[in-house]
């Protein structure tokens, strides 16, 4: 479903990405990922998404951001908020949503395929619109986890579905070894 000549652009919903990856039991390589796509045709933008928690001393996203930041990747980020539920709980609110859709709408133009890492129901419309335009649209995501990461009206909206999982020896992380444990220091005392 790619051509070599078409102009691309890689629209990464962060979380989202991150999720689906986590469910099947693998990290993301972004450097292979944005290699493979790269071969897959001409790529002219590759963006990711994210909120940040920007009151925490150290946010465990912040070197992936900037890794990205320093490796091609446009980064689209803005303030996490923090709020505390009914329950009691910390929770965090940081939806990228309208951002992705508004940067998809205005490079439309300029692209022929739009490949989305995501499988928020909520992009259906956006897809739809890109589509009208005459914009290709694949969909990365998985339905191999429990329960699908993919709603299954944006599968069906798609030009193309791909799963994830399947990408998963060209763009995983080779699984990290275990650290050994350290030996129990004996003392010896007399």
Do not use: C
């Not at 986590?22 to 590759?46: N, P, T, V």
């Not at 589509?131 to 798609?158: F, N, W, Y």
């Amino acid at each position: 479903m790619f051509y070599r000549d078409e102009r691309l652009a890689l629209f990464i919903d962060g979380s989202n990405l991150y999720a689906a990856a986590k469910s099947l039991g693998f990290d993301i390589d972004y450097k292979l990922l944005r290699q493979e796509f790269m071969r897959r045709g001409k790529m002219l933008r590759a963006f990711y998404y994210t909120a940040l928690l920007e009151n925490d001393e150290y946010s465990p996203i912040r070197p992936l951001v900037d890794w990205l930041h320093y490796n091609g990747f446009t980064m689209v980020t803005k303030p996490a908020k923090e709020y505390t539920d009914s329950m009691g709980r910390r929770k965090v609110k940081g939806n990228m949503d309208i951002e992705l859709a508004v940067d998809a709408m205005e490079l439309a133009p300029h692209v022929d395929h739009v490949v989305l890492f995501s499988g928020d129901g909520d992009f259906r419309p956006l897809i739809e619109a890109l589509q009208r335009k005459g914009v290709r649209v694949s969909v990365v995501s998985t339905i191999r986890s429990q329960p699908p990461m993919i709603a299954d009206e944006l599968r069906r909206q798609a030009d193309n579905f791909i799963e994830l999982d399947e990408l998963r020896d060209v763009v995983g992380r080779p699984a990290r070894e275990p650290r050994p444990e350290p030996a129990a220091e004996v003392s010896e005392e007399s």
